[in-house]
């Protein structure tokens, strides 16, 4: 996901960025180059080394660090990212199920009663417009048995 834009802001200590979509907010606390005492950010940059998917930064001592955005978003843990990684998870159980199944793919599109395409692109992990529901049966196909836990965040 490309970064569009980003702001700093030291009274209250974060980054705003604006992504295609939406608009974030990443706190200096979690920045793996921490201000000093009395050092505050005095640049802040969308950064072309990375393809614009993240930014670049500077504090008044000159240290210097980067932010991606997978970072941003993982801070922020919006519902369309919470639904992309858990897609991922799923499709990467699916693929290494596959390896071990001694189903083919004609057999699996058979048994879910779609074509072979379709089953191809449900095991590209990359594939992020496919839906929760059509990986869920490709798992029961594959004879798996998937488990959602909800629990509360360790300190």
Known sequence: MKTR??????????FTVRLRTSSCRY????????????DHVVA??????IGREGFSYTFASGAEGTVHVEQVLDDNKGPRYLR???????TL????RMR?????????????GTSAAQVCRLFDQTNTRK???????LQGVLECEVQLSVRAKSA
């Open 5 to 14: 834009s980003v702001a700093f802001n030291n009274r209250r200590k974060d």
């Open 27 to 38: 706190p200096y606390s979690r920045l793996d180059a921490q201000p000093g005492p009395g």
């Open 44 to 49: 802040a940059a969308v950064d072309p080394e």
């Open 84 to 90: 992309d990684v858990l897609l991922y998870e799923l």
């Open 93 to 96: 159980a699916a693929q290494q």
């Open 100 to 112: 071990t199944s001694p189903l083919s793919r004609r057999e699996i599109a058979r048994r879910m």
């Open 131 to 137: 839906s929760v529901d059509e990986v869920l049966k």
